[in-house]
Structures are given as structure tokens and as C-alpha cells.
């Protein structure tokens, strides 16, 4: 490393610790300030479902769960959740087997796709409920993941 730009990141990390330190450095919104706590603190799937999205809703094949059928690894299970149906405003996504059913829920706006990816934690061999609410109607699809112990498939 050049002496000179090691100069300039540290002269530049200790304006920013003055400056947060001073205060000066604030968030202008905090975007998690309404999270669900009941949602996510329920302990069953009909409490979850009801605080999060307002009751069960009605299947549908125009939303597709894309996850693997055998994780070897519960803790980092990845899954997809996209749909083509218009208006889409929240995404959210539950096990049914988890000690706490939501895993992730997300509110959309504007003109966003109706697309969701992330990793969810499964304990053991659950379905996963997918919630989507497009147009004021709450429509949900299904997909079961086999979790096996170290891969074996058991």
C-alpha cells in the first residue's frame, strides 16, 4: 500500500468518527421502524398468518415457490417466490413447522415485480407458504422442502 492513500483513508475515517461522535451523522428514515411484531412473534401458523397478511387466502397457480425439494443444510434454505399477477404489494413467506412461522415478509410499491429471494431457516422437513397480496386479495401457494442431516437424506 502507496503511504500517500493510506494518509487519505485515515485522515477521512477520522472525520467520520469526529462526526459521528459529535452527532452530526443521523439517519434520515428509519425503514424498519413498523416492522410486525406479532407477526413475527406468533408461535403458530394461523396467528402468523393472520397478523401478517390478514387471514389465509385462496391458492393460486400464478405464484411459483421455487426451493429445493432436499436441503442438505436447514439453516440456509434458499427460496423464490415470483408471480406474474399485477398490483403486488407484500410478499411473505412462511414454514409451517418453525417454532415462530415468519420467516420474511416485504411490502413493495410503485411498479415493483412481483419477485422475492432470500434464504429462510427450517428446523426440520416443513412446507413453505408463500402469501402474496396482488390487488387486495390474498392468494398463497405451497411447496414442501425435506431437510435431512448432514445430506445422507434421512
Do not use: H
Not at 135 to 150: M, N, P, Q
Amino acid at each position: 500500500m502507496k503511504r500517500r492513500t493510506f494518509l487519505k483513508g485515515t485522515v477521512a475515517s477520522s472525520a467520520l468518527a469526529v462526526a459521528a461522535g459529535a452527532g452530526l451523522l443521523k439517519s434520515g428514515q428509519v425503514l424498519a421502524a413498523d416492522w410486525a411484531a406479532d407477526a413475527f412473534n406468533a408461535r403458530d401458523l394461523a396467528s402468523a398468518t393472520k397478523s401478517a397478511v390478514g387471514g389465509d387466502g385462496a391458492a393460486s397457480a400464478d405464484i411459483k415457490i421455487k426451493a429445493p425439494l432436499q436441503a442438505e443444510n436447514g439453516a440456509v434454505v434458499p427460496v423464490k417466490v415470483e408471480t406474474s399477477l399485477a398490483d403486488v404489494t407484500s410478499i411473505a413467506i412462511m414454514v409451517a413447522e418453525n417454532p415462530t412461522p415468519l420467516a420474511t415478509k416485504v411490502d413493495l410499491s410503485g411498479d415493483a415485480v412481483g419477485f422475492y429471494s432470500t434464504r429462510v431457516k427450517m428446523g426440520k422437513t416443513s412446507e413453505i407458504i408463500a402469501y402474496v397480496n396482488s390487488g387486495g386479495k390474498i392468494l398463497k401457494s405451497t411447496a414442501t422442502v425435506k431437510v435431512t442431516v448432514g445430506g445422507c437424506g434421512g
